[in-house]
């Protein structure tokens, strides 16, 4: 669940405002996004995902968190990070492990039945 806009950060860029499927935010007077409709938040990590600053932070517990004061700097844009999105960064997908695959032979199968 969205949890947290970094006024500091933020570019009033808008992207989170256009890429939210559930209208969450409203724009601010002074062009930062408020969080207007927490509720109504998906958890999708779209918002974090497209923001250019790291301005952003999504939960991934599907409730709102009951002490923000836990979250730290590290949290904001952190899954934009761990997808590789932004300058500078290899995307997450480059960069994914998964086991090792054959070359010779049949793949693996899962046991019938
Ligand atoms: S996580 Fe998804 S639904 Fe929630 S505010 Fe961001 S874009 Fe909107
Ligand atoms: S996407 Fe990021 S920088 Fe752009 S308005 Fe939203 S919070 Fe601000």
Redesign the pocket.
Known sequence: MIEL?LGQ?????????EACPTDVFERGTDG??EIARQSDCQTCFM?EA????D??YVSPESTPLSDRSVLDDAAVGSYREKLGWGKGRTVGSLLAVGPAIPHDGQPPRLPAG
């Open positions: 806009v950060a933020c570019i009033g860029c808008d992207k989170c405002i930062i996004p918002c497209y923001c250019p600053a301005a952003l």
